[in-house]
């Protein structure tokens, strides 16, 4: 993709080249030690094997967070299926603090599935529930179980039963082609959303998680589509001249943030979404972009470089500018956490090719670096914010990779072939 086009949407100009590979996971020092938690292998009363293995999603989903350091299964000496099978003094030899059981049942086509959680010192049930689905659910009810042990263990609601939206673009014959997909926050079950042979950019969940907006080239120039996910019904939202880019969905839906070039320079506009009524936002000689909306649905945050170099700015609409970030030379693509204390961003401490993400506390204004590639982009926070995902180099090849936001864990998400990039959260599903 022509560099000056994504400088011009998205304030990135990041240089071509191959980062440090990461290993397939990374746990790091963090902030604390993780919790050791014991997600046994859920009994199964069905004939042939299954397709997913339940309880393996459930420790992977509980590791992803960062919190959670699930105990080997090599390391296990029992295998139990519920609370009663439990002997406490063989799991508290093992160091693990929780223990979650379950057991599978087929039931009229369906599957049945009772899961509990024991705390180990105190031999009591923390958790218990069932819940069912079909045999293409796997998945769903793991993430699921996950979600309702992660909300018990630490008051913070799950965020495994979310989705995730990226691109990929892989060479055909003389051309690329372009695919916008929505898989699980994990990357499995992938599927096409759309395909161009022009590029997509900037993919972005409505917080009704049914709509999605994003650029498309396909008319040649930069325009702002949204499409119904469930009906694959589309709607071109601008056709201006110049720059059309980076839409961002207001908290209640109603409006849509985004970059517009058509007065000359790229400045940041809001457009209501039914009475399509267009207001300014900025006006400044510099390139304003990358807009994110702040939970009050009245402020913006969003990168700029008219301080000389890109850093993070947020305004409330009619008023003026403020600079948010100062650390290092370069910090863009800002992102807020659930609680709104932490701004996630693609920074550079120095140098030109140095690109890393960074969370900065916006109450103290310190900043730590959470990844350990160099040619990272386009962080996108877990609704909870206890997760991020980005696009950066594995082995020579655009890949997304998931990070816990307390730096205990890095890891590659599986994905199609090609290069993957533009990743986005989706809000908590109904």
Same mark, same amino acid.
């Given at each position: 993709m022509n560099t000056l086009i994504r400088l011009a949407l998205f304030g990135l100009a990041l240089l071509a080249g191959i980062a440090q590979a990461a290993d397939p996971l990374v746990v790091t020092s963090g902030t604390a030690r993780a919790t050791p938690i014991a997600v046994v292998p859920f009994g199964w009363q069905g004939g042939s094997v299954m397709s997913d293995d339940m309880a393996k999603i459930v420790g992977n989903d509980l590791r992803n967070s960062g919190v959670f350091e699930p105990i080997p299964r090599q390391n296990m000496i029992s295998q139990p299926t519920g609370p =009663?099978?439990?002997? &406490?003094?063989?799991?508290?030899?093992?160091?693990?603090? &929780?223990?979650?059981? =379950?057991?599978?049942?087929p039931a009229g086509g369906r599957l049945q599935v009772q899961y509990a959680l024991m705390n180990v010192a105190t031999e009591q049930q923390v958790l218990a529930g069932s819940v069912s689905g079909s045999g293409d659910q796997v998945r769903d009810m793991a993430h699921y179980i996950a979600d309702q042990a992660f909300e018990k263990l630490t008051g913070i609601k799950g965020a495994f039963s979310t989705r995730l939206l990226y691109v990929t673009a892989e060479r055909m014959g003389g051309g690329t082609r372009y695919t916008l997909q929505r898989a699980d926050y994990d990357g499995a079950r992938a599927v096409i959303l759309l395909q161009s042979r022009e590029p997509i950019l900037s993919p972005r969940f409505a917080p009704d998680g049914r709509r999605i907006a994003y650029v498309s080239f396909e008319q040649k120039r930069p325009r702002i589509f949204i499409q119904h996910i469930d009906t694959g019904r589309r709607e071109q939202i601008t056709n201006f001249e110049g720059l059309n880019g980076a839409p961002a969905f207001s908290p209640d839906g109603s409006r849509l943030a985004f970059v517009l070039s058509k007065d000359g320079n790229p400045e940041i506009y809001v457009m209501n979404l039914a009475s399509r009524q267009l207001q300014r936002v900025t006006n400044h000689f510099g390139i304003d972009t990358e807009p994110f909306w702040g939970a009050d649905g009245q402020t913006l945050y969003f990168t700029s470089d008219r301080a000389g170099k890109p850093q993070i700015y947020r305004q409330t609409i009619g008023g003026g500018a403020e600079r948010v970030s100062f650390v290092g030379n370069y910090n863009a693509n800002p992102k807020l956490s659930a609680d709104e204390k932490t701004l996630v961003m693609i920074h550079r401490q120095d140098g030109y090719t140095n690109f890393k993400v960074a969370a900065q506390d916006l109450q103290r204004g310190t900043l730590r670096v959470l990844s350990d590639t160099s040619l990272d982009e386009s962080p996108t926070v877990a609704p909870n914010g206890t997760m991020l995902i980005y696009a950066t180099r594995h082995q020579g090849r655009g890949v997304l990779m998931l990070a816990s936001i307390n730096g205990r864990v890095r890891l590659p998400l599986p994905t199609a072939? =090609?290069?993957?990039?533009?990743?986005?959260?989706s809000p908590y599903l109904k």
């Open positions: =009663g099978e439990i002997i &406490y003094r063989d799991w508290n030899a093992l160091g693990a603090q &929780y223990v979650l059981v =379950g057991n599978i049942v072939q =090609g290069e993957v990039r533009e990743p986005s959260w």
